[in-house]
């Protein structure tokens, strides 16, 4: 038997080993790679990102409700070490689509609004509020139909998030 003082160290020594002996395809071992980090306890740096990593395929594969634990589990490790560059945005969204797709309609709601508000484009909260942003987004496709060229981003930064704000809605 293993010292339960050891398990964590021996969590720790099977990722490193994983991510050395599987260098080249790494990302086919991540649901493992979470676990592993977290049980070890160490590295929560690598834990969040394994786990942000293993929610996204998850999701992709139809396993909603390992995605929604693996996804919830990246954003509170993001959510506990602050960090500018954290993709919370893009969690919260894949978040609302695992919940949305496990039929938890009201979980869905919550993790999309949140992915929405970090990206600057917040959900109108009342029924006069959605009709109010229905009808300025009619006005302002009016505008790129009328003016194509001049009123749309192409690419960049902003493209993306405009791009993830709507899938929001």
Not at 12 to 41: C, F, K, M, N, P
Not at 43 to 51: F, G, Q, S, V, Y
Not at 142 to 161: D, E, F, I, Q
Request: charged letters at 20%; hydrophobic letters at 40%.
């Amino acid at each position: 038997t293993i010292d339960p003082t050891q398990v964590p160290k021996v969590h720790e020594q099977i990722a490193e080993s994983i991510e050395r002996v599987y260098a080249d395809t790494v990302s086919e071992h991540t649901v493992a790679l979470a676990l592993h980090w977290r049980e070890a306890g160490t590295r929560p740096d690598r834990e969040r990102h394994c786990a942000a990593m293993a929610g996204r395929q998850l999701l992709e594969r139809g396993s909603y409700k390992e995605a929604i634990a693996h996804l919830s589990r990246a954003l509170d490790l993001y959510r506990a070490d602050p960090d500018d560059a954290a993709p919370l945005a893009e969690l919260e969204h894949a978040l609302g689509e695992a919940y949305f797709s496990d039929g938890q309609m009201n979980e869905a709601r919550q993790a999309l609004t949140r992915s929405a508000g970090l990206l600057g484009a917040a959900m109108p909260q009342t029924g006069i509020g959605m009709v109010v942003g229905l009808l300025q987004q009619v006005l302002e496709q009016l505008v790129h139909r009328m003016l194509p060229t001049h009123s749309y981003l192409k690419s960049g930064p902003k493209a993306s998030k405009a791009l993830l704000a709507s899938l929001c809605y």
